[in-house]
């Protein structure tokens, strides 16, 4: 029971996030990113700090200076900037293609600055999902805008918070690490307003997005937090690429944009590529497993 329980959550969290790309969209549309992602930011801060104080978890404490957690969230800050550039500016297909590519890249950082083994099946998957990416970007074609990059830029980014998040003490609670990342892109939003050319804009439907992206934000965090605790990852984890279903969804009902046939093909090769990957993974830890009760049979 607790597996689809899980399950539904992931589904449900992705949908959530898609929303989010939807809001940010829409706020842009209008206000600077700037006061899109400064708005964002602190109302998910927050957020975050109410659900610290209800849950007791103490966030204003010397880890926060420790240099992983720093790195983290000089990472958190890149991945923002990318991130809210990038789907301000690009279609919500091509951005929830690309950013599909990171459960890849982290395989691909893991093998190489963590020195998990992967073997050449799973690189091939990388690789596959990789040129899936570019195939979706179309750097060659006449409509690749360059504001694409930034999307590269911030799934790059939250793949090496990611792995950086790995490496963090195991006493520091998810809950803090994920406040204190949410805290540090308070200084883009401050910068991308002050330089922004565009004037605060305060009418309520502007607002009511920016409203709206930090809560789906918000909702969503939690709604993938419980259900990575619910089930093992293993299961839980493929069911992250429903996010470009809903992409897809979102983009046709809101904004009336069609993905064209070089993003649904790219999209296709991320998808199987990291359905591919994920359990290639699992097979190997189920055999790994299995290894010591043979040895011992």
Known sequence: MDTIRAILLMILSMALLAGTDTFIKLATATASIGQTLLGLTIGGTLLFLALARIRRVPIFTRDALLPMIMLRNLFEIIAAVGMVVGVANTALPVFAAIIQAGPLIVTMGAALFLKEEVGPRRWAAVIVGLTGMMVVIRPWDASFTGWELFAVLGIAALSARDLITRLSPPHITALSISTWGFAATLLPGIVLLAIADRPLVTDA?????????????????????????LAPASVVSPFRYTRLIFATILSIVVFDVWPDGWTLLGGAMILGAGLYSFLRERRLAREALAAPVAANG
């Open 205 to 229: 439907k502007t607002l009511g997005y920016i409203f709206g992206a930090v809560l789906v934000t918000t909702s969503g965090y939690l709604a993938i937090t419980t259900a990575m605790r």
